[in-house]
């Protein structure tokens, strides 16, 4: 078989016919990539023009200045955006991954009595303003997180372990948001917070049993002052009304007996001032009324005359009943 060898020849007036047209459309090509600019609905576009800030442009389809001349850069000012601390979330779906090995710089940090805690934290903010955002502060991410770490240490410095650790967790955060929206206010970064969350609190791991057993042991100590002061609160009102009661009580019956006093006091001088205007006849009203009020009381009766020899007949005598046992 015998080889072949075939030659291509290119027409020189061909090329410079149509290389200024291809040229053209390259030209043409490019400067549609580099011009048009999609920007996203939670986005809003600063176009940079020179290395200057030129305007600001809203979410949809947006022409510039071909070749660099104008630059754009995507802020998601409608966007929660969110930084974690002394830990990083792997993958997020139904059940997220995290990670914290390799982030214990971060959430260790010095408490009010020296003491060291492991807290884990996330700050979510929102960019206000895109312009403030990226001119105000070099790289404002990065000096927000700089920012949010410097706020916790202080917040976290000025309070005991046992309060970061339990009681003083939420007072804690609100701390930190507050005092890192002042800080955020003051840098004009172009940032709101929106919330600082406590993720967890931990003692460092050499201390976490004993910190545990400190803590169950404090916990112990309220149950039983909380059951204290239930029973407390059962008994002594009751014992107190109790008294009271018996206060009342004699009281009242001293009350009653003072006033039977002063009651007999009285019917005893008016007996008396009656008896000294008729003394026969009160004598006799006395005899009279006391006779009324013992005769009932005595069962047989023997009635005799001044002398004593004659017993009056129509007693009965005979008939006497035997007295009741």
Not at 100 to 107: L, N, Q, R, T, Y
Not at 229 to 248: F, K, L, M, S
Not at 296 to 324: C, F, H, M, R, S
Request: glycine letters at 6%.
């Amino acid at each position: 078989m015998e080889d072949k060898n075939y030659e291509i020849n290119i027409n020189p007036d061909w090329i410079k016919k149509y290389l200024g047209k291809i040229v053209v459309g390259l030209i043409v090509i490019v400067a549609l990539g580099s011009s048009v600019r999609t920007v996203g609905p939670e986005e809003e576009g600063v176009v940079i023009q020179l290395g200057e800030y030129n305007r600001t442009v809203q979410p949809g389809l947006n022409f510039m200045l071909p070749f660099g001349i104008e630059k754009m850069h995507k802020i998601p000012v409608q966007r929660q955006l969110k930084q974690e601390f002394g830990f990083r979330t792997t993958s997020s779906s139904q059940r997220s991954d995290y990670a914290k090995s390799g982030f214990g710089d971060e959430s260790m940090m010095l408490t009010g009595d020296l003491n060291l805690t492991d807290v884990e934290w996330v700050v979510q903010y929102r960019i206000t303003d895109s312009y403030k955002f990226l001119f105000r502060v070099r790289n404002a991410e990065k000096t927000l997180r700089d920012m949010s770490e410097s706020a916790m240490r202080k917040i976290v410095g000025d309070r005991t372990v046992n309060e970061v650790l339990t009681v003083g967790r939420q007072e804690v955060a609100s701390s930190v948001e507050v005092l890192l929206q002042a800080m955020c206010d003051e840098y004009e970064n172009g940032i709101r917070i929106d919330q600082v969350v406590l993720q967890d609190v931990n003692p460092p791991e050499p201390v976490k049993p004993s910190f545990n057993a400190v803590n169950q042991a404090q916990q112990e100590r309220e149950t039983l002052i909380n059951q204290a002061e239930a029973e407390y609160n059962r008994v002594i009102p009751r014992a107190r009304g109790e008294a009271e009661e018996t206060i009342q009580l004699a009281e009242a019956f001293a009350l009653n007996r003072v006033n039977r006093a002063m009651g007999e006091a009285e019917r005893f001088n008016a007996l008396y001032d009656a008896y000294v205007k008729a003394p026969e006849v009160t004598k006799q009203r006395i005899y009279l009324e006391t006779m009324e009020r013992i005769l009932p009381k005595i069962g047989n009766k023997i009635i005799v005359d001044e002398k004593g020899n004659n017993v009056l007949p129509l007693l009965n005598i005979d008939k006497v009943k035997a007295p009741t046992q």
